[in-house]
């Protein structure tokens, strides 16, 4: 029994290599029909996101960094190009298969919360799991557990009308890591938040990276939190910059 337990023990804490990225972003282009002519949004991405890494696209609104948010998550696809999730060609595969991918694989963090309104920080979270085919025996303990990383333990029956907007963010995260995926996106989370929430928030991202061994990518305008960030990919005109 000791050696199947350290047999298991081991199987949980294998080493990741650092240096294989997680995703591969290779000449992607995307655009879109506006008015009879081809919108062209993104115009040759190249870039990788590594394990545990917090990355940032940082952006004016139009530069193509929720595009390519889109297309790094499997809600959309590229007209040119090659997008791998470990090694998984998002970019081929069908829509039903990359659904597939994002309930097992993959965590998003909208600007507006996404939080339904008449369920507690709790009752959220829980439809996470269910919604992700999480065993219901383990709906309980995770719950909890990623309601305590982001610091609401206390704060875990309340509704979101009860809870100001960066503990609403807090629950989002929560939600959005509960299924425990390996890449965890985020489109503006500290928009609409002072500067004071977007640190907590940003604070936040650096204990889940650690505890959940999770990689986060975030679109941004705010200068103020860039700092933070294990790399920053710079765009302007459906284009990187600085990469």
Known sequence: MPEQRNEAAAAIEEPVDLSVPLLTVRGVERSFPVGGQQLHVLKGIDMALY?????MLKGRS????????????????PNKGEILFKDYPF???SDDRRTQIRRKEIGFIFQSFALMPLLSAW??????????DVPRSQWKQRAAHCLELVGLSRRMHHRPFELSG?????????KAIAHKPSLLLADEPTAELDSQMGAQVMAVFRDIILTEKVTICMTT???????????VFEMVDGKFINS
């Open 51 to 55: 394990p545990r890494q917090l990355v």
């Open 62 to 77: 139009g530069s193509g960094k929720t595009t390519l948010l889109n297309l790094i998550g499997g809600l959309d696809q």
């Open 91 to 93: 970019h081929t595969s």
């Open 123 to 132: 009752e959220n979270v829980e439809l996470a799991l269910r919604m992700a």
């Open 166 to 174: 960066g503990e609403q963010q807090r629950v989002a995260i929560a």
């Open 221 to 231: 305008h705010d200068p103020t939190i860039m700092e933070v960030a294990d790399h």
